[in-house]
């Protein structure tokens, strides 16, 4: 498995940015995928998830009506539109399915993340 984002850069509060993720060895229309993000000095959390069943969409209070995830089935990628951005937003942002790929029954996979810097 590969995850790599990107799209990431720095905006000034109420800009956007919209981040992409290529997988390789996941097939992101077969399985719950998630954008997650991890602020300095805190856990990684799990922002927005797209799913393949019923409720296709769940997103972290904080970013419903902000933030729209989505695939793009031919190739295989996640995106995630990120608007009226907020310093709060800022961190590394990651893609993975949902749970996370893990290599072993310790360890979980994280591929390449994306910063994102908002600044007031």
């Known amino acids: 498995v590969q995850l790599q984002a990107s799209g990431g850069g720095s905006v000034q509060a109420g800009g956007s940015l919209r981040l992409s993720c290529a997988a390789s060895g996941i097939l992101v229309n077969f399985n719950d995928m998630g954008w997650y993000r991890q602020a300095p000095g805190k856990p990684r959390e799990l922002v927005a998830a797209l799913t393949t069943g019923g409720n296709p969409t769940n997103y972290l209070d904080s970013v419903k009506g902000r933030f729209t995830i989505s695939r793009d089935d031919a190739k295989n990628m996640l995106n995630l539109q990120m608007n009226s951005l907020k310093p709060d937003d800022a961190g590394v942002y990651y893609c993975?399915?949902?749970?996370?790929?893990?290599?072993?029954?310790?360890?979980?996979?994280w591929g390449q993340g994306t910063l994102v810097t908002v600044s007031s």
């Open positions: 993975n399915s949902v749970p996370v790929v893990r290599l072993s029954s310790r360890d979980e996979y």
